[in-house]
């Protein structure tokens, strides 16, 4: 492949294009040690010479260092990886190495979060959440399957009633425009129309 762009990104770094698309990202003294400069032919031996020597180690090193700051899913692992500017099989590296050692993993991921939210989230929302980080349904099912905030532990309907008191809601002075809203705002946390008819049903006046 041919380098066809050395783009700066910042004083000292720059992302490296070939007519394959984006490589990697390097400092400028490492473009100064592998020769990298505009219409130079990157072989296959000093590539893989580059992701030896540099880039395996930097992209584990960033993976360790994300997660001592944040806990985070496989799938936002390596979308904060991709968005560094590592090749995708040095990215899948960095993903087996943390995974490796137990660093990422995403059943325990999923169940502290259901634990943690469990009492002001509903299932669905829990399920809609953790889907958003990149968790798969079947892990997520398998979890709240084994987490004590199960989907028949969950009490949906106490959730929404201590909402509605956070909110201040008094069925009695609520106007048709307060009750759509609120419908709304509670449906957005993934609360069933049933539920939540329910629930403002039977609150005393």
Same mark, same amino acid.
């Given at each position: ?42 072989? %296959? *031996? ?27 899913? *496989? ?7 991709? *968005? ?11 993903? %087996? ?55 028949? *532990? ?52």
């Amino acid at each position: 492949m041919t380098v066809t762009r050395i783009q700066p990104i910042s004083n000292n770094r720059y992302r490296i294009y070939t007519d394959e698309g984006v490589f990697c990202v390097l400092y400028k003294s490492e473009l100064a040690t592998y020769d990298i400069v505009e219409g130079r032919v990157i072989t %296959d *031996e000093l590539c893989e010479q580059i992701k030896t020597e540099v880039l395996t180690k930097r992209a584990r090193l960033r993976a360790m260092n994300l997660l001592m700051k944040h806990s985070f899913t *496989e799938h936002k692992l390596r979308e904060k990886l991709v *968005e560094g500017g590592y090749p995708d099989d040095i990215v899948d590296d960095a993903i %087996d190495y943390v995974v490796g050692y137990g660093y990422v993993d995403d059943c325990a991921y999923a169940r502290d979060y259901i634990v943690s939210h469990s009492q002001d989230k509903s299932i669905r929302r829990l399920t809609y959440d953790l889907m958003a980080k990149g968790i798969s349904k079947d892990i997520i099912d398998e979890v709240l399957l084994d987490t004590e905030g199960t989907i028949d *532990e969950v009490d949906e309907e106490a959730q929404i009633r201590r909402l509605l008191e956070k909110r201040r809601f008094v069925a009695s002075l609520a106007d048709p425009e307060t009750i759509r809203k609120t419908c709304t705002y509670l449906t957005g946390r993934g609360y069933s129309a049933d539920i939540i008819r329910r629930v403002l049903r039977d609150i005393p006046d």
